[in-house]
């Protein structure tokens, strides 16, 4: 029910750093799951970072320490920060809200997408 859209991907050379934005048109504080997929082409989507309401989070091993998620339920506004970039990086990054309810997932709400490249 809620509308996603990323920004802030770009071409950065490895080693740097980039910071997306998931702006939401609603309340993500009710938003239980939100997430950071991304696929890179010709691979499969993988899920990089989950933030639920809690604050918790989790990361795919093939990005810990390198990036970090957090939300801002004032501005309903989820971020991914990534530090360390490697050409490996490289694929179209995908915001994701999954409300659950009663530890089953309502709906799942996409935003188009912002590409990141990674270059060496």
């Known amino acids: 029910q809620v509308q996603l859209v990323e920004s802030g991907g770009g071409l950065v050379q490895a080693g740097g750093s980039l910071r997306l934005s998931c702006a939401a048109s609603g309340t993500i504080s009710s938003i239980n799951v939100m997430n950071w997929y991304r696929q890179a082409p010709g691979k499969q989507r993988e899920l990089v970072a989950t933030i639920i309401s809690s604050g918790s989070t989790n990361y795919a091993d093939s990005v810990k320490g390198r990036f970090t998620i957090s939300r801002d339920n004032a501005k309903n506004t989820v971020f991914l920060q990534m530090n360390s970039l490697k050409p490996e990086d490289t694929a179209v990054y995908y915001c994701?809200?999954?409300?659950?309810?009663?530890?089953?997932?309502?709906?799942?709400?996409w935003g188009q997408g912002t590409q990141v490249t990674v270059s060496s």
């Open positions: 994701n809200a999954r409300p659950f309810m009663n530890w089953t997932p309502w709906y799942d709400a």
